[in-house]
């Protein structure tokens, strides 16, 4: 009797560390605001964004029939780094979205102003066409820096929950993985403390872990991943990599916790064999 119980407690705690380290791992990476803004530093998202809304500036700059000088210095490196880092913070945290680009109209209106004199010309900024230009800009900033504010938002209020949730689901783990561990250990204190059954149950766990790690990097190609736009790319590609080397991490552990014990009830099964 004592047997099998043992044998679905392993099993119940197989389920358990895999949640634990699944938790530990999400917990530590994508729910953790610093984790992201580090890994947007290392991918130099904040240099490749400045690019990619430059291109799209430059677009609606051809159609204007104006020249790429009047989008020099439109904003600041220390803007669109503090832009996207209250992205990130509102997607975090729930608070709410906003993204000024009332100086990069008004920088804008002024490069124009300065070229249109350069010629001899006049602009009219209550133009219609004029305006839908230096509306276009602005939009194209906001769309870039946060694809959409009101989505940004929306996902702010329901990530908080998910981390919240998160949090709790992570002590609850624990305390369940404690407490089977230490009902394993009461009914097999004669056996060596049960180290065979937490040996089977963190060799599995640490193999499970492993196994299926191979199989999402075979089925996964980082290199060709596209969502928005290539500096977002390029951050997700890190990411998943980084989690993937957790993941290889978590279950190396446990495969080691769990050979370790194996060894060690052996060994101390040999000794009471051969007293006996």
């Known amino acids: ?37 580090s890994k947007l530093e290392e991918a130099n998202y904040y240099e490749r964004m400045n690019g990619e809304i430059i291109e799209q500036f ?10 790429d ?24 945290t729930g608070k709410e979205l906003e993204i000024s680009t009332s100086e990069i109209r008004e920088n804008l209106k002024e490069n124009i102003l300065t070229e249109v004199e350069k ?21 194209a900033y906001e769309s870039q820096v946060s694809y959409s504010t009101s989505t940004i938002n929306s996902i702010g209020s329901t990530f908080e929950k998910v981390i919240s949730l998160a949090q709790t689901a992570q002590i609850i783990v624990i305390v369940v993985t404690i407490v089977i561990a230490v009902l394993i250990i ?13 040996a089977i149950s963190s060799m599995a766990s640490g193999l499970f872990i492993l ?12 290199k060709n991943i596209m969502l928005i736009n290539q500096a977002t790319s390029h951050v997700i590609q890190l990411v998943i990599e980084d989690l993937l080397a957790k993941v290889t ?9 769990g050979l370790i ?16």
């Not at 020099?72 to 509102?90: A, G, P, R, W, Y």
């Open 211 to 222: 196994i299926a790690k191979f199989l999402l990097g075979q089925s996964t190609d980082l």
């Open 249 to 257: 991490i978590a279950g190396v552990v446990l495969l080691i916790i």
């Open 119 to 139: 010629e001899g010309k006049t602009v009219d900024f209550e133009d219609e066409a004029m305006e839908e230009y230096l509306k276009a800009i602005e939009s």
């Open 1 to 37: 009797m004592k047997k099998a119980i043992s044998y679905v407690l392993s099993f119940v705690l197989v389920l358990m560390l895999l949640s634990l380290c699944l938790l530990a791992i999400v917990k530590s990476t994508i729910l953790d605001e610093k984790y992201m803004i």
């Open 186 to 198: 009461i009914l097999n204190i004669k056996q060596i403390f049960g180290l065979n059954y937490l």
């Open 69 to 92: 000088e009047v989008l020099e210095n439109l904003f600041t490196e220390d803007k669109l780094k503090q832009d996207i880092n209250n992205v990130i913070d509102s997607i975090y």
């Open 261 to 276: 014990f194996s060894i060690i009830y052996n060994l101390q099964n040999k000794k009471y064999f051969e007293k006996n």
């Open 58 to 67: 430059k677009n609606y700059t051809i159609q204007s029939g104006l020249s």
